[in-house]
């Protein structure tokens, strides 16, 4: 069963300009997460998918970061304009459909954005 | 709210050594608990979890851990400590409510030495 895809996986921008990440889960997986990971701290989440339809977006900076998973599958988080505190590894997640069912979260290996 | 408690940045052992890495936490309810691993430059790999039933679960790579429901805590162990354990470990948290939103703890670093 091939993991949870992700790219790029190192990216460096200087503050003001904007960058995409993408992400594609695991075949089945309904349920997709975005995380921001700081140096030296425990993955914090951005925005949980269920489908195709946005389930927790309470930590998403709406200001300056977007999410979209249009067709249920793929996703791709976007930050615009970016800032230095946006320096971290982003990680993306997925499951099964969550539901009664109480599944692990699968990782793929991450993007490390450097922002100067 | 939910949060989750890694005490220890730290843990260092000699291989052959038990291994120990503590958590704690604070959650609303019945608790849903992980433990993932993460290796330099890589995702977080799921170790294993505790849902309901038998306090101790066993999970990947020879590590259990201990559901304390008295004293909140979910530690981590090893009975015997490979210096390939070396990596950096996380404790999660969710509430048995719908939704599968993870709190994770800050980490731990293992290094076990040959």
């Known amino acids: 069963e091939a993991g949870v895809a992700q790219s790029p996986r190192y990216k460096i921008i200087e503050k003001r300009q904007s960058v995409a990440f993408w992400c594609n889960p695991i075949?089945?997986?309904?349920?997709l997460y975005w995380y921001q990971q700081i140096l030296g701290q425990g993955p914090k989440l951005l925005i949980q998918?269920?489908?195709?339809?946005?389930?927790?977006d309470s930590q998403l900076p709406k200001d300056r970061f977007s999410a979209e998973r249009l067709k249920g599958v793929d996703s791709t988080l976007k930050i615009q304009p970016a800032k230095l505190e946006d320096s971290a590894v982003y990680l993306c997640?997925?499951?099964?459909?969550?539901?009664?069912?109480?599944?692990?979260?699968?990782f793929g290996p991450g993007t490390r954005l450097t922002v100067l | 709210a939910q949060s989750v408690a890694q005490p220890e940045d730290q843990v260092k052992v000699a291989e052959g050594n038990p291994l120990t890495v503590k958590c704690t936490y604070s959650?609303?309810?019945?608790?849903?608990l992980f433990w993932y691993v993460q290796y330099p430059n890589r995702g977080l790999q799921f170790l294993l979890k505790?849902?309901?039933?038998?306090?101790l679960v066993k999970g990947s790579y020879g590590f259990e851990a201990e559901f304390n429901k008295s004293q909140t805590s979910f530690h981590l162990k090893k009975p015997s400590a490979l210096v390939s354990d070396s990596a950096l470990y996380f404790c999660?948290?969710?509430?048995?409510?719908?939704?599968?939103?993870?709190?994770f703890g800050g980490g731990t670093r293992v290094l076990v030495k040959p």
């Open positions: 997640a997925s499951s099964h459909r969550d539901g009664m069912t109480y599944n692990e979260q699968f």
């Open positions: 075949s089945g997986h309904a349920t």
């Open positions: 998918f269920q489908n195709n339809g946005v389930v927790d």
């Open positions: 959650v609303s309810g019945n608790p849903y």
């Open positions: 505790y849902i309901t039933g038998d306090n």
């Open positions: 999660a948290v969710r509430r048995e409510a719908a939704g599968n939103k993870l709190t």
